[in-house]
């Protein structure tokens, strides 16, 4: 079993920054890729950034330029750096763990909110 913790969430103002980290633990040998989600209120979840196995990454529209996603060597910590926050990024930030499509986990979530 892979339980999925994420961490650093929190509040700040228009054009701050936050870290979030998501930590998978338990059989993580063969992970093939992590993203994060995000879901605003009324409104259905969405990717916001992802990197796989060999270290490439995606960053969706909204967020390029400002996120940056990471992960550590042993691949099974993510990071999310973010930048130049607006309130549109406040959201419930998920971290979801794919082993090759064999299994997915999803993390609790983590909130995030910036103010104007």
């Known amino acids: 079993q892979v339980e999925v913790v994420e961490s650093g969430g929190g509040s700040v103002q228009n054009g701050g920054s936050l870290t979030l980290s998501c930590v998978a633990s338990g059989s993580v040998a063969d992970i093939s890729a992590m993203a994060w989600y995000r879901q605003k209120p009324g409104l259905e979840r969405e990717l916001v950034a992802r990197i796989n196995d060999k270290g490439d990454t995606m960053i969706a529209v909204p967020a390029q330029g400002r996120f940056t996603v990471t992960r550590n060597s042993a691949k099974d910590t993510m990071y999310l750096q973010m930048n130049m926050l607006k309130p549109d990024d406040t959201a419930v930030y998920y971290c979801?763990?794919?082993?090759?499509?064999?299994?997915?986990?999803w993390g609790q979530g983590t909130q995030v909110s910036v103010s104007s």
């Open positions: 979801f763990v794919d082993f090759w499509d064999t299994q997915k986990f």
